[in-house]
């Protein structure tokens, strides 16, 4: 019997293994948890979104998209940006519909950061930002939000930038903190990249769902910061289908044309039915518009169930997430809480740790209101149950 060499492989991302995410999901399908835990809505998109990919099929636009996206559908983003925003995108040259906001995030950061390269990015972070950065052979830069705001110190900002400062990432409304950026913010920002290189990554998957009034201070918003911005933005978290993976970018055609080229060797295009249905939805401004109060309406019901908890709720001000602190009933690490949630409780949430490269802990858990009203009570329920420990 012939024996074989085991075949060796150097890791580009070696301390990257089995995240809390997986464990969570894992003790959580164990314990048939309910679930605050994931982003991502349990209850059905618009009826008449699936009858539009349904006739999409049927009428055989099952092959693949044009490379940058289906043109109407990239007609009706420019449009919506310019009427919500006031910012001109050119829809043949500055506009392209990705196959998930993901994509579009590894897109810019690929096409955009070279080896060398320092980007700086705020945690608490989505997990992707720092590996796609190292992935390129560039150095990500964490600069920790204030707690328990959640805001940024502009004047550490200043203090990281070098020469080799490349790229900025921004993440409004946040996932997890729930935060917004401020007009200041943008304004401070303009003022640190003023005269640089520095290219901003806006990751703006939220943008429908800020919350009391507020606008979505975005980088379209900012006429100098948008000549510098690539916005990624998620078709999947406005109309409650993140399964079906679009998304798409906005930039400046400089920036744009790296983007493509590693796009369309990434993915090419994205899913041909979908885009038609999402070009047909998008007749439609209230598909969007109305989404702010929708989530509004989720946030003010959980944080209202939760009133006689033990937990201490965090204001939200966008996104699906709410932050709740336990440290003045217990001393337990958030991950070791989040545990004893599910297999005590049955309740699934998520430890703001794990949004932090250093695993920092800050009595936090992340809470989704991203559900239907008979999974927000029972996980409220579940959560009024918790005794300290």
């Known amino acids: 019997m012939t024996l074989r060499t085991p075949v060796t492989s150097r890791s580009k991302l070696p301390d990257v293994g089995t995240t809390i995410f997986t464990v969570i999901g894992q003790l959580s399908a164990q314990h048939n948890a309910i679930n605050l835990s994931q982003g991502a809505p349990n209850f059905p998109c618009d009826p008449q979104l699936v009858a539009a990919v349904t006739r999409a099929m049927e009428a055989d636009h099952n092959q693949y998209a044009p490379m940058t996206g289906l043109r109407p559908l990239k007609v009706k983003i420019a449009q919506k940006i310019a009427e919500l925003y006031g910012a001109d995108y ?3 040259n500055e506009v392209l519909v990705t196959a998930s906001a993901s994509q579009g995030l590894y897109s810019a950061i690929g096409g955009l950061v070279h080896p060398g390269d320092e980007v700086i990015y705020f945690e608490p972070s989505f ?5 796609i950065v190292r992935l390129q052979g560039a150095t ?3 600069i920790k939000l204030t707690v328990p705001d959640f805001a940024v110190n502009w004047d550490e ?5 070098t020469p080799r400062t490349r790229m900025i990432i921004i993440n409004t409304p946040h996932n997890p903190s729930g935060q917004v950026f401020s007009a200041s913010d943008l304004a401070q920002l303009a003022q640190i990249t003023r005269h640089t290189d520095i290219v901003i990554l806006s990751d703006e998957v939220y943008e429908h769902v800020v919350f009391d009034g507020q606008p979505h201070h975005g980088m379209a918003t900012h006429p100098q910061l948008a000549e510098r911005s690539v916005i990624v933005s998620s078709f999947g978290k ?3 289908v993140t399964g079906w993976r679009v998304g798409y970018c906005v930039a400046p055609a400089a920036l744009m044309d790296e983007i493509v080229k590693v796009h369309q060797f990434l993915m090419f295009s994205a899913d041909t039915p979908m885009q038609y249905a999402f070009a047909e939805h998008m007749n439609d401004a209230q598909t969007w518009l109305s989404l702010a109060a929708f989530y509004q309406r989720k946030r003010d019901v959980m944080q209202t169930l939760l009133a006689d908890s033990p937990f201490r709720l965090l204001p939200s001000a966008g996104s699906f997430f709410l932050l709740a602190d336990y440290s003045h009933f217990s001393d337990e690490c958030d991950s070791e809480l989040v545990k004893r949630l599910i297999t005590d409780y ?3 949430t998520i430890p703001l740790s794990a949004f932090y490269t250093d695993g920092t802990d800050n ?3 992340r809470l989704s209101f991203a559900k239907d009203e008979a999974t927000l009570r029972a996980g409220a329920q579940a959560l009024c149950r918790v005794k300290p420990r």
Request: aromatic share 8%; net charge negative; proline share 8%.
């Open 140 to 142: 990500p830069v964490a």
């Open 127 to 131: 997990d992707s930002y720092a590996p």
């Open 363 to 365: 009595k936090l858990i």
């Open 157 to 161: 900002v200043r203090a990281a930038i």
């Open 346 to 348: 049955g309740v699934a």
């Open 238 to 240: 406005t109309y409650h």
């Open 90 to 92: 050119d829809v043949d």
